[in-house]
């Protein structure tokens, strides 16, 4: 199903692109993060919402991620995984260029709730790596999930023998705090790809069968992949769980974000659109994974 959801800054402001972050759900609403791209350099807001349904949002600018904003070079903090721990705090994981390095890491935050205000760690959570590393270029976008034996990371990366063609890495953790990263385990071929293609943009869930499922997102598509491990992965199926030809007249999915709801994947897809004139712009689209 694919329909139109009302989020969208440009109601709030003068944003021409609505990158789709984190997407959630506490006390039986649905919450999202968005990050509100301008077209100059430099110019842009992240967006807290909620919803009952995911399709009419209460969109507001949410000044409690920009606190810590300062410590960041543009675009400033992209969140990816907002969770709520064991102990009832509320946790988010995000992406953000430091401003002493020219590539992206992760960090933590906390909170007392989904909206914030969040606490920065002091530590880096997932360095990019050393030199010739898989992530030297820098890491992106992680998807947690917690495990009875501990955290499970999906991240995206450049580095290594693929400077410029994106892979996801795998990192775990005893406490979601300190991360072991594990490599490469996700690349394009597994779902038809090339090796030169990207594949970016993980997010991951848990299986009844103790398996996990992992969504990435390849060309403009967004793909399903199973795992018994979260090591080895598989395609489950040749065609992709989204495709951008779903929403008329839109060229590609730019960014995407994902939600388990009552046994059921939702989706916030950004689409994006370009006018006769060649102005590029993206908007937010609801849609639900009715088969996985």
């Known amino acids: 199903m694919i329909s139109g959801a009302d989020l969208d800054p440009q109601d709030l402001g003068h944003y021409d692109f609505t990158l789709a972050a984190a997407y959630f759900e506490s006390d039986d609403m649905e919450h999202a993060y968005t990050v509100g791209f301008g077209v100059d350099p430099g110019d842009q807001q992240p967006f807290h919402a909620v919803s009952s ?3 009419e949002w209460a969109v507001g600018l949410d000044e409690r991620l920009t606190d810590f904003a300062a410590e960041f070079r543009a675009p400033g903090p992209i969140p990816s995984t907002v969770m709520r721990a064991a102990d009832g705090t ?21 909170a007392d709730a989904p909206e914030g205000p969040w606490a920065l760690d002091d530590e880096v959570a997932v360095p990019a790596g050393e030199a010739g590393d898989p992530d030297n ?26 400077p410029h063609a994106m892979r996801i890495l795998l990192a775990r953790s005893d406490d979601g705090i300190t991360w072991h990263k594990h490599g490469r385990v996700i690349d394009p071929t597994l779902c038809g790809g090339t090796d030169e293609d990207y594949v970016s943009i993980p997010r991951i869930f848990a299986l009844d069968d103790g398996g996990f499922l992992a969504l990435a997102l390849m060309g403009n598509d967004v793909y399903g992949l199973r795992s018994a491990d979260a090591s080895n992965w598989t395609c489950q199926a040749d065609a992709p769980l989204f495709s951008i030809s779903l929403i008329d007249g839109s060229d590609r999915v730019h960014s995407y974000a994902a939600l388990e709801r009552d046994g059921e994947i939702k989706l916030l897809v950004e689409a994006l659109f370009t006018s006769p004139d060649g102005d590029v712009t993206s908007n937010l689209w609801a849609a639900e994974v009715i088969e996985t």
């Open 53 to 55: 349904d995911g399709l």
């Open 90 to 110: 509320w946790v988010m994981y995000l992406s953000a260029l430091p401003t002493d390095l020219g590539y992206l890491q992760i960090y933590r935050a906390t």
């Open 137 to 162: 270029l820098g890491v992106e976008g992680p998807s947690v999930l917690a495990t009875d034996d501990g955290f499970v990371m999906l991240y995206a990366a450049n580095g290594g023998d693929r």
